[in-house]
């Protein structure tokens, strides 16, 4: 995981997010980014890429990912990466795309902050930005 010092396809400054491994060390060397513990920062995120990990705070059911890749049509994967940390938010009970977005909804609220690690699904013809 890194600490973004600027922003970055889409992500904020001063969020903590995990890429592919190639994509953190290239923004370290870059100095765009320092290594992180973590966790994840919470909340709604706004990328471009195809794939990535959000987080839901403690008390959250649901969080949104806001992407141009998108269509109500689109195939997602999403998995929590983290359901051991959390007690109650157990699996992801439903991911609703729409054109340009798409909500993960939980089991149940969040008794602490969790993960879910997401992929869009391309199909041969179509184009991935990353």
Known sequence: MILLGR????YAAGTIVQLQTSMEAALIAQG????????VTPGAV????STGRLGIAAAGTSVVLTNPNITTESKIIAYLSNAAA???ALYITRI????????????AAATAAVAIDWA??????????N
């Open 86 to 88: 959390d007690g109650t």
């Open 7 to 10: 922003a970055y396809r889409g």
């Open 32 to 39: 765009i980014a320092t290594a992180s513990a973590g966790p």
């Open 96 to 107: 609703t795309p729409a054109a340009g977005s798409v909500t993960f909804t939980l089991n």
């Open 120 to 129: 869009i699904i391309m199909f041969a013809g179509e184009l991935a930005t």
């Open 46 to 49: 706004t990328t471009d890429l």
